[in-house]
Each structure stands twice: as C-alpha cells, then as structure tokens.
C-alpha cells in the first residue's frame, strides 16, 4: 500500500509537464512564426527563444525532481 | 539498478582538518580535470598567437568571443570590467557538463552544493556591486519604473521576494537540469539489463531500441549542457545588467 501511494505520488507530481508541454509548443511556434515572416530577425530572435525554453523547461525539472525525490528520497 | 547511485561522492584522498572533513573526491578530481583542461585550451592555445589560428587558437578564441559578445548584448557596454567573472563562470559551467558526460566520469554540476555556491556568489557579487555604484539608490531597483506609486504595496514585496529566489532558482535550474538528465541515461541504461534478463533471448535483441535511445539522448545532453551553461552565463549578465544601469 505504502509504495502504491508513493508511485502514485511521484505520477501525480509530475503533471506540470502539461502546462510545460503546452508553453514550449507555444514558445517555439511564435518563434517559428516570427522567423517565417521576418527571417531578419533571427538573430534577435533565436537566444531570446532559447532563453525561454531553458526558463519553461525548469519547472519540468523541478516536478521531475520532486517525483525523483518521493522515489528515492 | 539505482540510477542515482551515480551521484554518490567517494573521497579518494581521505583527510580531515580540525574534525572537518576536506578529502579529495571524485567532485575535486572533476574539478581539477576541468581546471587543467582550461588552462590547457587558453594558456597553451594562445601561447603562439598566429595571424592564421590553428585549432587549439581557434577554439580558445571561439569561447572568449562567444563569451564576449554575451556580455556586450546583455549586459551593455558598461559591464565589460566584468567579463572575466561571466568567462570564468561559463567556462566552469560548460567544462564541468561536458566533462560528466564521459563515461566515468563525475559531473560536479549535478550537485546543489556546487550550483548553489555558484548562484550565491553572483547575487552577492550583483549586489555589493549595486550598493558601491550606487549606493541607497541602488534599492529603486525594487520599484520598477512607471508602476503607480500606489502600487508599491503590492509590487515592491513582490521584487523583493524575486531578487532573493534569484539564487534559488539559478541555481536549482543547472543542478535539476543535469541531475535529470544524467539519470535518464541511466534508466535508459537500466532497461538494457532488465530486457536481457527478462525476456531471454529475444531480450538481447529487444535490448537495442534503449541502446539506440540512449544515443540519442546522449546527443540531447550534449546540446543541455551547452545550454545551461550559456543560460547560467546569460542569467548572469542579466544581473549584471541590473546592478549597473538599474532597470
């Protein structure tokens, strides 16, 4: 029953990946449509993308740190 | 079995200072392998600058422009007295990733310790450097600009929470991003063994996909640790920025 739980807990913890899975599609479709109409502006573009990505993809990490934490913390 | 059984520090030199424990581990011996390949790359690679770069030149001069061109764009003109400790900081960062993807090998990146330790002494640095540049002034950072005044209530505690988290976060972000990933190769790993042992013969075969997997991933780390350490180094600049122009 105990390790049922604490699957189950360390599943439920990482549904964050919802929300971050839905933010980065969303990061990298803008920038995919600003760069198909402006290929210019890559530059400016593609670090400020890929700043956002490594900010969005930390709360993936720290659910999975938490659901790392109840497995074998 | 135990994918985080990699993370274990194993001191190689035992000693101890007045009751505290100073050994040398696996984490000092990683970071020495990265110091000596530093100063390998930059001191041997610029020791017979040539007009015509030959690779070890050209390597050292790719890192300190790239390095330099960060700080220039997002850090503005005046922080450049400042690039050594960005240079220093990516360096150690991107040295200490790519030297634990070696198979063996210790990644020291994938411990808060060290990540924190790191993020800590850039908030201290930002900050001792926004008081002696601009002295009490330095707190009209906490107001941002065009706010109403009657929002301050709200907005100041608010900038204050987030400047002191800003450790917290730079710090979690390098450590969890590592961690993760080097514990995903693992598992990955793990499945090889639990397809050979549980399914028999087929099993051998069945184990290649993870094999295959793992490649893949493997590459994928590559590109996270170049990544980290570049948004390690561009957070850094970000900071900089903030305590040298205040907004």
């Known amino acids: 029953m105990e390790i049922l739980a604490k699957n189950l807990g360390a599943a439920i913890a990482i549904m964050p990946l919802l929300g971050v899975g839905i933010a980065l599609g969303n990061i990298f479709s803008t920038a995919i449509s600003t760069i198909g109409r402006n290929p210019g502006a890559r530059d400016v573009v593609f670090p400020i993308t890929i700043l956002g990505f490594a900010m969005t993809e930390a709360v993936a990490l720290f659910a999975l740190l938490v659901s790392f934490l109840m497995l074998f913390g | ?247």
């Not at chain 2, 530093?38 to 050292?60: E, H």
């Not at chain 2, 070696?102 to 990540?115: D, L, N, Q, R």
């Not at chain 2, 065009?146 to 390098?174: D, K, M, Q």
Request: glycine content about 8%.
């Open chain 2, 1 to 247: 079995m135990d994918p985080i059984h990699q993370f274990q520090i194993n001191p190689i030199v035992p000693f101890s200072l007045g009751g505290l424990d100073v050994s040398f581990t696996n984490s000092s011996l990683a970071m020495a392998v990265v110091f000596v390949l530093a100063w390998y790359i930059m001191v041997v690679g610029t020791r017979r600058a040539a007009i015509v770069p030959n690779r070890m030149q050209s390597l050292a001069e790719m890192l300190y422009e790239f390095v330099s061109s960060l700080v220039q764009e997002n850090a503005g003109r005046k922080a450049r007295p400042y690039f050594p400790l960005v240079f220093s900081i990516f360096i150690f960062v991107l040295f200490g990733n790519l030297v634990g993807l070696v198979p063996g090998m210790f990644t020291y990146t994938s411990h808060i310790i060290v990540t924190f330790a790191l993020g800590m002494m850039v908030i201290i640095f930002v900050t001792v450097l926004g008081i002696t540049l601009h002295g009490v002034h330095f707190f009209s950072l906490f107001m941002p600009p065009g706010a109403p005044i009657w929002l301050a209530p709200v907005v100041v505690p608010i900038e204050i929470i987030s400047y002191f988290i800003r450790p917290i976060s730079l710090g979690v972000r390098l450590f969890a991003n590592m961690m993760a990933g080097h514990t995903m190769l693992k598992v990955f790993a793990g499945f090889v063994i639990l397809m050979a042992s549980g399914m028999g013969k087929i099993g051998y075969l069945a184990g290649i996909a993870p094999i295959v997997i793992n490649i893949a991933l493997t590459g994928f780390e590559i590109m996270v640790a170049i990544l980290q350490a570049y948004v390690f180094s561009i957070l850094t600049c970000l900071y900089i920025h903030d305590a040298v122009e205040l907004h």
